[in-house]
């Protein structure tokens, strides 16, 4: 992560830095949600888990919302707006949570999570394909160091195919 976002070492409080943090953060607590959803015992579906998820969720993302003093009077109502509201509750936390949580059921908290090394690339990809952006030396770097640490937790299943 640190490879990746480049923080400036003289001014580290910069909101590009603490932005890029509470990413990593949300990244951290994901991850430990998924392994916390594995050791709980419990007969709801995974259905009701992600509602309830969902629920708690925005409680506490509305909570520090008001904390920060953001008015809900300040939004910009667009069919733009309101297209990626439907498609991001819809969409990509509904179904996708419900997608993931059946793969989290089969495959583990470790394996599902593999998933997020590739997060990074296909954003770069994208944003080199549709924005002309063009990768640095340290999204290189970084993309090693996501690819030696996916080598690393995968180096018996890696070694198993080439047997």
Same mark, same amino acid.
């Given at each position: 992560?640190?490879?990746?976002?480049?923080?400036?070492? +003289?001014?580290?409080?910069? =909101?590009?830095?603490?932005?890029?943090? *509470?990413?990593? %953060?949300?990244?951290? $607590?994901? &991850?430990? /949600?998924?392994?916390?959803?594995?050791?709980?015992?419990?007969?709801?579906?995974?259905?009701t888990?992600?509602?309830?998820?969902?629920l708690?969720?925005a409680?506490?993302?509305?909570?520090?919302?008001?904390g920060?003093?953001?008015?809900? +009077?300040?939004?910009?109502? =667009?069919?733009e707006?309101?297209?990626? *509201?439907?498609? %991001?509750?819809?969409? $990509?936390? &509904?179904? /996708?949570?419900?997608?993931?949580?059946?793969?989290?059921?089969?495959?583990?908290?470790?394996e599902?999570?593999?998933?997020?090394?590739?997060?990074?690339?296909?954003?770069?990809?994208?944003?080199l394909?549709?924005?002309?952006?063009?990768?640095?030396?340290?999204?290189?770097?970084?993309?090693?160091?996501?690819?030696?640490?996916?080598?690393?937790?995968?180096?018996? &299943?890696?070694?198993?195919?080439?047997?």
């Open positions: 992560m640190v490879v990746l976002s480049n923080p400036d070492p +003289g001014n580290l409080a910069d =909101s590009r830095t603490v932005s890029l943090l *509470l990413i990593f %953060l949300a990244a951290c $607590a994901f &991850a430990l /949600g998924s392994v916390l959803t594995r050791r709980i015992e419990t007969e709801l579906p995974i259905e888990m992600e509602a309830w998820s969902m708690i969720g409680a506490v993302m509305h909570g520090v919302s008001v920060l003093a953001e008015s809900a +009077g300040e939004i910009q109502w =667009s069919s707006a309101v297209g990626a *509201l439907l498609y %991001l509750s819809v969409v $990509a936390s &509904a179904v /996708g949570f419900l997608i993931y949580f059946d793969l989290l059921a089969r495959l583990g908290p470790i599902i999570n593999l998933v997020s090394y590739a997060a990074p690339i296909a954003a770069a990809v994208t944003g394909v549709v924005l002309g952006e063009r990768p640095t030396v340290a999204t290189v770097a970084g993309f090693v160091c996501i690819l030696a640490g996916f080598a690393l937790l995968k180096r018996e &299943a890696i070694s198993e195919q080439f047997r």
